[in-house]
Antibody, heavy 119, light 110 residues
Framework: QVQLQESGPGLVKPSQTLSLTCTVS??????????WNWIRQRPGKGLEWIGYIYYSGSTYYSPSLKSRVTISVDTSKNQFSLKLNSVTAADTAVYFC???????????WGQGTLVTVSS | QSALTQPASVSGSPGQSITISCTGT?????????VSWYQQHPGKAPKLMIY???NRPSGVSNRFSGSKSGNTASLTISGLQAEDEADYYC??????????FGGGTNLTVL
């Protein structure tokens, strides 16, 4: 059974960089054909796709966040990571990592981690 | 890219059927059979209910079904049960190889 777990600081100061890691267990992140995603949900709002890294290393990002986002993978640790630069209060959200078997088939999700942007 | 359009809320009585729509454009919903639907209970991670427009993952009740016509996808829940009360989100792939979600629909079982 594949499991994903987000980790990282729960509080980030404005203008700094938000960094989160998703640890995958029960399956290798190197296995072909999967998309490793970050998705967020602002308080009381809907889901917002941030981006994904394909097993080949290709990355795609939401156009609205593209200038501030980097998603990378560490296959040795079976982890993938999110970095979001120049954060503001509008970036306060629960951040989910998720595996997709096809581009929009998010079949496994982490439990989500709340990141608050505040001084 | 703009979020897909869903009704903010729908409601139904136990045993009834409801349908949630998800409207996009020819660059997303209308152009690809990559529409998925997710159920989210408060404080929980979303759960995949439908993928590729009309396919159900193993373990999802056959009371949930999906369809698509033109730029609009739909999720139908038949035989409503109290446990179906949740938020529902659609998603689609896009021409740019990205993903877009709908704004979400809150389902109330009366």
């Amino acid at each position: 059974q594949v499991q994903l777990q987000e980790s990282g600081p729960g509080l980030v100061k404005p203008s700094q960089t938000l960094s989160l890691t998703c640890t995958v267990s029960g399956g290798s992140i190197n296995n072909g054909g999967y998309y490793w995603n970050w998705i967020r949900q602002r308080p009381g709002k809907g889901l917002e796709w941030i981006g994904y890294i394909y097993y080949s290393g290709s990355t795609y990002y939401s156009p609205s966040l593209k200038s501030r986002v980097t998603i990378s993978v560490d296959t040795s640790k079976n982890q993938f990571s999110l970095k979001l630069n120049s954060v503001t209060a509008a970036d306060t959200a629960v951040y989910f990592c998720a595996r997709a078997e096809a581009v929009t088939k998010f079949d496994y999700w982490g439990q989500g981690t709340l990141v608050t942007v505040s001084s | 890219q703009s979020a897909l359009t869903q009704p903010a809320s729908v409601s139904g009585s136990p045993g009834q059927s409801i349908t949630i729509s998800c409207t996009g454009t020819s660059s997303d919903v209308g152009g690809y059979n990559s529409v998925s639907w997710y159920q989210q209970h408060p404080g929980k991670a979303p759960k995949l209910m439908i993928y590729d427009v009309s396919n159900r993952p193993s373990g999802v009740s056959n009371r949930f079904s999906g369809s698509k016509s033109g730029n609009t996808a739909s999720l139908t829940i038949s035989g409503l049960q109290a446990e179906d009360e949740a938020d529902y989100y659609c998603s689609s792939s896009t021409r740019s190889s990205t993903v877009v979600f709908g704004g979400g629909t809150n389902l109330t079982v009366l």
